[in-house]
C-alpha cells in the first residue's frame, strides 16, 4: 500500500487549498478511503471519508461545509477541497485506506502525511 499526499501549504485563515493523494499497491476504487488529520501534541482525528464509488460522503462536524472530498478512480487519487480555512484547521493531513474506524481501532494504511498552517 502506498499513499502519497500533497497540496498542503500556509495559507491565511479564510484562504483554501486543495490536498490530493495518490494511491498505488491496491484496487483504489473497492476501498472507502478517509482524510484524517493531526495536530501538534493531539491525537489523530478523522476528517472525512468516501465510499468507493465516490457518491456518499461523510465529514467531522468540525469542517462540515468548508470541506469536500472527492475522488478519481481511473487515476487512483483521493482529493480534499478545503475552504474557509481556520486556524483550528493547522494540522499535518493524511490520506487513509478505510472509512471511519469502531472506537478502540485505528485507522487504515496512512501516508507521510501534507502539512498545512493556517495562518494570518
Known amino acids: 500500500v502506498q499513499l502519497v499526499e500533497s497540496g498542503g501549504g500556509m495559507v491565511q485563515p479564510g484562504g483554501s487549498l486543495r490536498l490530493s493523494c495518490a494511491a498505488a499497491?491496491?484496487?483504489?476504487?473497492?476501498?472507502?478511503m478517509s482524510w484524517v488529520r493531526q495536530a501538534p501534541g493531539k491525537g489523530p482525528e478523522w476528517v472525512s471519508s468516501i465510499n468507493p464509488g465516490g457518491d456518499k460522503t461523510a465529514y467531522a462536524d468540525s469542517v462540515k461545509g468548508r470541506f469536500t472530498a472527492s475522488r478519481d478512480n481511473a487515476k487512483n487519487m483521493l482529493y480534499l477541497q478545503m475552504n474557509n480555512l481556520e486556524p483550528e484547521d493547522t494540522a499535518l493531513y493524511y490520506c487513509?485506506?478505510?472509512?471511519?474506524?469502531?472506537?478502540?481501532?485505528?485507522?487504515?494504511?496512512r501516508g507521510q502525511g501534507t502539512q498545512v498552517t493556517v495562518s494570518s
Open positions: 499497491g491496491f484496487t483504489f476504487s473497492n476501498y472507502d
Open positions: 487513509a485506506r478505510g472509512g471511519l474506524p469502531p472506537p478502540g481501532s485505528d485507522f487504515g494504511p
